[in-house]
């Protein structure tokens, strides 16, 4: 049962899936854990979408996109990086652990990267273990 | 008294405001909003400093969305979020007169959020004592000991929006609560869906919240919900520059600098 967690990755469509294909076909091996959803851009990756996934099964949430200055629409990564910014701050006021997100820039070249971040992040929400704190809330009564 | 009597009479008789937005006595010492249309009425009129309520929020009501002209009684953080919202182009087909008390509590007639702008004052507005206290408190605990406490106070929480009604700076016609298709925000009465809720309205708050204090005053369960927006306040003037309300300053999460730092994105 140690396999079993979830780690969901929300990726740009111009960078970091690009990345990750690049990982594949350079043969380059890794984790299975991770499901890789397609965005447009970072910049369309709304909070809630990172709540949801934790409210529907999620242990680790990865998001990716382009580095700054190369996003394929100018200016969605550097929106998108400060709503990170407080989003992270947001969420330790209540408590949500953050160590289960992880926020990277990766490009279309650096399928090694891609590789290392996936193994890394899927490394550390193993040894978290399941994020069965926040998904036992829907099951609490309030009031 | 007299003073402001006669301007709010003065301002109905010209035209200037067809409505006036105010306070009157409500029960013991507390004061409620009055909304005066007659200049027979004027005489129920009071400000004084037991005025609390941030009456700006009223002027993006549907019920008031017709009525241009519009004075309204306004206090230190009823002229933040004026400002705020003027900035948000929120009164562009509006003709607004403030009436404000200067130091010596006389009042004072200003016409326009421009000048309302210029009136308004850099300093922030403080915390209670116990709210400081509370919130020190909260800092020093740890991530465990966080959850727990919003998982204790948000189990009491109705979901009944009241911090939505009374904030200023919630407007929009159509709110994410009420979204079903998806469903954002989870309806059965579950912790979880309280949890989603008070995210959702920091997230939605953030860099907008004028510190009014408003939403905590309006809980009728008295959830400590200054904890949340003074924390974001301070971290997103730790990492993101100061926190100026004025009219031409852009929501911090509205615009970007190339070179914003943070420390977590590998």
């Not at chain 2, 009071?46 to 309204?72: G, R, W």
């Not at chain 2, 709110?175 to 809720?197: A, D, M």
């Not at chain 2, 600098?257 to 994105?265: A, G, H, S, V």
């Amino acid at each position: 049962m140690e396999n079993n967690i979830k780690v969901v990755a929300f990726v740009c469509n111009w960078c970091t899936y690009a990345g990750a294909d690049l990982t594949g076909t350079s043969r380059i091996k890794y984790s299975s854990d991770v499901k890789i959803v397609r965005f447009p851009c970072t910049g369309r990756i709304d909070f809630m979408l990172l709540m949801k996934a934790f409210a529907e099964g999620a242990d680790g949430i990865i998001v990716s996109g382009c580095h700054p200055n190369d996003c394929h629409y100018t200016s969605g990564n550097f929106h998108a990086r400060r709503r990170w910014i407080v989003f992270k701050s947001v969420l330790e006021t209540f408590g949500i652990d953050t160590r289960r997100i992880q926020f990277s820039w990766v490009s279309a070249a650096e399928g090694a990267k891609w590789a290392e971040i996936v193994n890394t992040t899927v490394e550390r929400i193993k040894e978290l273990g399941p994020y069965t704190e926040y998904r036992e809330l829907a099951g609490v009564e309030a009031p | 008294m007299k003073r402001l009597h006669q301007i709010v009479s003065e301002l109905l008789a010209s035209g200037k405001a067809k409505l006036v937005i105010g306070y009157e006595k409500g029960t013991g010492e507390k004061r409620r909003p009055a909304f005066i249309s007659d200049a027979n009425e004027v005489e129920r009129l009071v400000f004084d400093s037991q005025c609390s309520h941030n009456l700006s929020v009223y002027l993006t009501k549907p019920e008031y969305k017709h009525v241009t002209e519009i004075a309204v009684f306004a206090t230190p953080q009823t002229m933040r979020a004026v400002v705020r919202l003027a900035g948000e182009n929120q009164f562009q087909d509006k003709k607004l007169s403030f009436i404000v008390m200067d130091q010596d509590q006389n009042a004072l007639l200003i016409e326009g959020a421009e000048v309302l702008a210029n009136h308004l004052g850099k300093e922030k507005i403080a915390l209670s004592s116990a709210q400081e206290e509370l919130l020190a408190k909260f800092e020093a605990m740890s991530r465990e000991e966080r959850f727990a406490y919003w998982k204790e106070q948000l189990s009491n929480c109705v979901k009944c929006y009241a911090c939505r009604a009374a904030c200023p700076m919630c407007y929009c016609t159509r709110c994410t609560v009420e979204v079903n298709q998806p469903q954002w925000i989870s309806v059965p009465s579950s912790l979880q869906g309280n949890f989603e809720y008070h995210i959702m309205r920091a997230m939605h708050m953030a860099g907008r919240c004028v510190d009014c204090g408003s939403c905590e005053a309006a809980c009728p369960l008295g959830l400590p919900l200054n904890i949340i927006t003074r924390r974001m306040i301070k971290d997103i003037e730790a990492s993101l520059g100061p926190d100026i309300v004025s009219m031409d300053t852009k929501s911090v999460l509205n615009t970007f600098q190339p070179n914003d730092k943070e420390n977590f994105i590998r």
